[in-house]
T-cell receptor, first 110, second 113 residues
Framework: NAGVTQTPKFRILKIGQSMTLQCTQD?????MYWYRQDPGMGLKLIYY???????DKGEVPNGYNVSRSTTEDFPLRLELAAPSQTSVYFC?????????FGQGTRLTVV | DAKTTQPNSMESNEEEPVHLPCNHS???????IHWYRQLPSQGPEYVIH???SNVNNRMASLAIAEDRKSSTLILHRATLRDAAVYYC??????????????FGKGTSLLVTP
């Protein structure tokens, strides 16, 4: 039981490049989330999903896209990376109460 | 959105109890109170949650005021490994389509030997 797995752990992108942050969970949770955390701040919700095929915007969705084709996977797509997207990204899954978080992806856009 | 208010930082001596306060004066009747903590360079981890009654688990205790406008996370004997940022969060219906955790800045707990 691996829990929530995020890849990659670190990435440096150039301005204007695109990438996908991968997130997989093996707990059969319906809820999945993407958060970003800027230095010294709390986590901000980017997108979330309540089940396969259903996604919705969170607090800071601009510049990101998501898809949820299976229960297990919830990838986050960055199009046209900007320096403002430099942050640590956390994926989480939940059965409705307790949430389980991945170890994070540290992304730097230069 | 109901929000929570926590002190920015607190300090405790090792092996002493720690009481981390949280105010949530605009909480609604269906909002659960959750506590998560984030160790350095890690993702948040669940600590405890409750609705109305006090709750205990192996990690901590949660004391909820009778009017539910405040709560306190109690670590019974702080260890150096408890040094982390502690988030008090209301698990709320987000945009009428699902529940999500709304993180604030939390309380940074320093534990000294």
């Amino acid at each position: 039981n691996a829990g929530v797995t995020q890849t990659p752990k670190f990435r440096i992108l150039k301005i204007g490049q695109s990438m996908t942050l991968q997130c997989t969970q093996d707990m059969n949770h319906n809820y999945m989330y993407w958060y970003r955390q800027d230095p010294g701040m709390g986590l901000k919700l980017i997108y979330y999903s309540v089940g396969a095929g259903i996604t919705d915007k969170g607090e800071v969705p601009n510049g990101y896209n998501v898809s949820r084709s299976t229960t297990e996977d919830f990838p986050l797509r960055l199009e046209l990376a900007a320096p403002s997207q430099t942050s640590v990204y956390f994926c989480a899954s939940s059965y409705g109460r307790e949430a389980f978080f991945g170890q994070g992806t540290r992304l730097t856009v230069v | 959105d109901a929000k929570t208010t926590q002190p920015n930082s607190m300090e405790s001596n090792e092996e002493e109890p720690v009481h981390l306060p949280c105010n949530h004066s605009t909480i609604s009747g269906t909002d659960y109170i959750h506590w998560y903590r984030q160790l350095p360079s890690q993702g948040p981890e669940y600590v405890i949650h409750g609705l109305t009654s006090n709750v205990n688990n192996r990690m901590a205790s949660l004391a909820i005021a009778e009017d539910r406008k405040s709560s306190t996370l109690i670590l019974h004997r702080a260890t150096l490994r408890d040094a982390a940022v502690y988030y008090c969060i209301l698990n709320q219906l987000y945009s009428n389509s699902g529940y999500a955790l709304n993180f604030g800045k939390g309380t940074s707990l320093l534990v000294t030997p």
